[in-house]
């Protein structure tokens, strides 16, 4: 048996992705794993979720912030558009040489790519999907991808490493349509295994309601919580904050282990 190793956690903005992602960061470190947190979400957070303190947080730079890295990596010239640049550019010393390292998480941002455009070619997305694409590939760790709704940036072959497709649902109509699109989505990369978590269940009829009209196996779920809330209003991590959200992030971390 393969161990689980790649977890991508999507869905609509605001539904729980960086709590969750956070959560089961945590969570693996624990049981052992030597994780890899990534903030591919452009609005960002996972380091505030992940509890980093500010001075480390302090020293982190995006990815795509990166200018030096990114020219001397792709070879584009700088202060220009079109051009050649190269599409496989080296990444591998990346994820070790810029990730800090936070309570055996290392964490990784991958900052937004102003160009816009999810057809946009540029330095820094061939940088970034190279970054991703060797994760997800060549590296042995746990890695946890707290990504935006859409799948369409990672490529067929990218898509298909990740493991496990975690849509995050919360009791409405708006993030199942969201699910929906990111099950339609992954299906065209050729990946199955998506799955959802349920997220803010203030009860059984919160459950009932997800469990009723998820579009894809829904593994289980965080209830409503003022904790959550208040660590994000004081800009504590989850972790340490939240322990009931920890005992149900243990359960869904089960039921991805024993996938
Ligand atoms: N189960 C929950 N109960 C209460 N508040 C929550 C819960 N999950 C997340 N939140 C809060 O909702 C907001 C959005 O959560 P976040 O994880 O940042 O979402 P996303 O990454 O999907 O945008 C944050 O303020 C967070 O603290
Ligand atoms: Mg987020």
């Known amino acids: 048996m393969t161990l689980l190793s790649k977890i991508a956690i999507s869905g609509k903005g605001g539904v729980g992705k960086t709590t969750l992602s956070a959560l089961l960061a945590h969570i693996f470190a624990e049981r052992g794993r030597s994780v890899i947190a990534i903030d591919a979400d452009p609005a960002g957070g996972l380091a505030e979720a992940l509890g980093v303190p500010r001075d480390l947080a302090a020293q982190i730079t995006p990815i795509a912030?990166?200018?030096?890295?990114?020219?001397?990596?792709?070879?584009?010239?700088?202060?220009?558009?079109?051009?050649f640049f190269?599409?496989?550019?080296?990444?591998?010393?990346i994820p070790d040489?810029?990730?800090?390292?936070?309570?055996g998480i290392k964490f990784l941002q991958l900052g937004t790519i102003e160009a816009g455009g999810s057809g946009c070619i540029c330095p820094e997305s061939a940088l970034l999907k190279a970054l991703v694409t060797h994760l997800l590939l060549y590296r042995d760790d746990m890695m946890v991808l707290d990504m935006e709704a859409g799948v369409e940036h990672l490529g067929r072959a990218t898509?298909?490493?990740?493991?496990?497709f975690l849509v995050?649902?919360?009791?409405?109509?708006?993030?199942?349509?969201t699910a929906g699109k990111v099950r339609q989505l992954a299906g065209d990369l050729g990946i199955d295994r998506v799955l959802a978590v349920g997220n803010?269940?203030?009860?059984?009829?919160?459950?009932?309601?997800?469990?009723?009209?998820?579009?894809?196996?829904?593994?289980?779920?965080?209830?409503?919580?003022?904790?959550?809330?208040?660590?994000?209003?004081?800009?504590?991590?989850?972790?340490?904050?939240a322990p009931r959200a920890v005992e149900e992030a243990r359960a869904i971390a089960d039921r991805l282990e024993a996938l």
């Open 65 to 83: 912030e990166m200018d030096e890295l990114i020219y001397e990596r792709t070879g584009a010239k700088r202060g220009t558009y079109g051009g």
């Open 86 to 93: 190269s599409l496989s550019p080296r990444v591998d010393d």
């Open 97 to 103: 040489r810029f990730s800090i390292s936070h309570r």
């Open 159 to 164: 898509a298909q490493a990740v493991d496990a």
């Open 168 to 177: 995050v649902l919360e009791p409405g109509r708006r993030s199942l349509t």
């Open 200 to 241: 803010k269940v203030r009860g059984e009829s919160d459950w009932a309601f997800l469990q009723a009209n998820s579009p894809v196996p829904i593994l289980g779920y965080l209830s409503a919580n003022p904790e959550l809330t208040e660590a994000d209003m004081r800009g504590e991590g989850v972790f340490d904050t």
